[in-house]
């Protein structure tokens, strides 16, 4: 085994067949795969992916560093939005990014000023655990116009954002790619209008685009279950066990 435990070569069974695995994470599958049993102590397994996880950690340190993220939850609020706002803010902190919340989805990434903020490891604590979404979220006319992506563009040069984390469903993931691809043009209206200048342009010439889908529809591709979803199966399956007292009780059918 290497000293890092960054990779190691570990021998599967599974009936009648012998294979190795030499990647940390394929080695993470197969320990809790039920189908494959490991030829290693169990606890050495676990210590072994607790070090090598944590060396993968510890090489992200800092790769953010002099970069700034910010995330919007836009769209049908949907449970699982808090988590995955905290998932995002916490990890850029962690590399050393600067992270922005954006407070009331794209209108407030329109309206900019108070609407975005700077976040610390406290600005996501204690709303794992909270449904909806604690940024806030809202439909906005003004992004679906040119003349509001050109406001949304000027903002987040004004506080040196290039990467944009979008949480939402198919229409806050379409707009976020018709702003991306927009991205350069938008740059050089602001310079025309002399709002920036050519340097600015230049050093925020590219914009980052991440979409995590939160729709309790489960109706985009690429993903097997989005954010909410998992959520509004347990909602509907309390439901229909709470009516079915009533059914019974009036020795009815509910359909």
């Known amino acids: 085994l290497a000293p890092c435990f960054s990779r190691c070569t570990v021998r599967v069974l599974k009936v009648g067949c012998e294979k190795k695995?030499?990647?940390?994470?394929?080695?993470?599958?197969?320990?809790?795969?039920?189908?494959?049993?490991?030829?290693?102590?169990?606890?050495f397994c676990c210590h072994l992916l607790t070090m090598a996880a944590s060396n993968d950690l510890e090489k992200l340190r800092m790769t953010g560093a002099g970069k700034a993220i910010a995330v919007l939850t836009s769209g049908g609020d949907a449970q699982g939005m808090n988590a995955a706002v905290r998932a995002v803010t916490r990890m850029g902190l962690y590399v050393g990014a600067k992270v922005y919340l954006i407070y009331e989805g794209y209108e407030g990434l329109v309206e900019g000023g108070e609407n975005i903020k700077k976040a610390?490891?406290?600005?996501?604590?204690?709303?794992?655990?909270?449904?909806?979404?604690?940024?806030?979220?809202?439909?906005?006319?003004?992004?679906?116009?040119?003349?509001?992506?050109?406001?949304?563009?000027?903002?987040?040069?004004?506080?040196?954002?290039?990467?944009?984390?979008?949480?939402?469903?198919?229409?806050?993931?379409?707009?976020?790619?018709?702003?991306r691809t927009e991205w350069s043009g938008l740059l050089q209206d602001l310079v025309?209008?002399?709002?920036?200048?050519?340097?600015?342009?230049?050093?925020?010439?590219?914009?980052?685009?991440?979409?995590?889908?939160?729709?309790?529809?489960?109706?985009?591709?690429?993903?097997?279950?989005?954010?909410?979803?998992?959520?509004?199966?347990?909602?509907?399956?309390?439901?229909?066990?709470?009516?079915?007292?009533t059914a019974q009780s009036h020795q009815r059918t509910f359909v």
């Open 21 to 43: 695995v030499t990647s940390t994470y394929a080695c993470c599958y197969f320990f809790i795969s039920r189908n494959y049993q490991l030829l290693l102590p169990s606890n």
């Open 120 to 179: 610390n490891w406290l600005s996501v604590s204690n709303i794992i655990q909270l449904g909806g979404t604690v940024i806030g979220s809202a439909r906005c006319k003004a992004f679906m116009t040119r003349e509001g992506r050109l406001l949304a563009a000027h903002n987040l040069v004004q506080h040196g954002i290039t990467n944009l984390c979008v949480i939402g469903g198919d229409g806050s993931l379409t707009g976020a790619n018709i702003f």
């Open 192 to 245: 025309g209008q002399g709002k920036i200048s050519q340097d600015v342009a230049r050093k925020y010439s590219h914009l980052n685009i991440v979409g995590l889908v939160g729709s309790i529809d489960n109706d985009f591709c690429g993903t097997d279950m989005t954010i909410g979803t998992d959520s509004a199966l347990h909602r509907i399956m309390e439901v229909i066990d709470a009516i079915t007292t």
